[in-house]
């Protein structure tokens, strides 16, 4: 499955809002506490994905954005 995520960092609060594009891509939009200063935010990204989707976080894979708060990952 693809996910397109708009990170939203230094939030004062943690949620997520889906919005289902088709069957194997989603966009979600994800509030964190965590700063993007040294791959803080998507450590917690990956973190609230796997949480959020009830996979491992090893089985989620960042394939594009890795500076940006526009990511693009896969599991």
Same mark, same amino acid.
């Given at each position: 499955? +693809?996910?397109?995520?708009?990170? +939203? *960092? /230094?939030?004062?609060?943690? +949620?997520?809002?889906? !919005?289902? &594009?088709? @069957? !194997?891509?989603?966009? &979600?939009?994800?509030?964190?506490?965590?700063?993007?200063? @040294? /791959?803080?935010? !998507? +450590?917690? &990204?990956?973190?609230?994905?796997? @949480? $959020? $989707?009830?996979? *491992?976080?090893?089985?989620?894979?960042?394939?594009?954005?890795?500076?940006?708060?526009?990511?693009?990952?896969?599991?």
């Amino acid at each position: 499955m +693809k996910i397109l995520v708009t990170v +939203k *960092p /230094g939030s004062s609060q943690e +949620k997520v809002v889906e !919005n289902v &594009v088709n @069957d !194997n891509t989603r966009e &979600v939009t994800i509030w964190t506490h965590a700063r993007a200063h @040294d /791959g803080e935010a !998507n +450590k917690k &990204v990956i973190e609230i994905l796997s @949480d $959020y $989707y009830k996979v *491992p976080k090893t089985s989620i894979t960042l394939v594009r954005g890795a500076t940006s708060k526009t990511k693009t990952f896969e599991f």
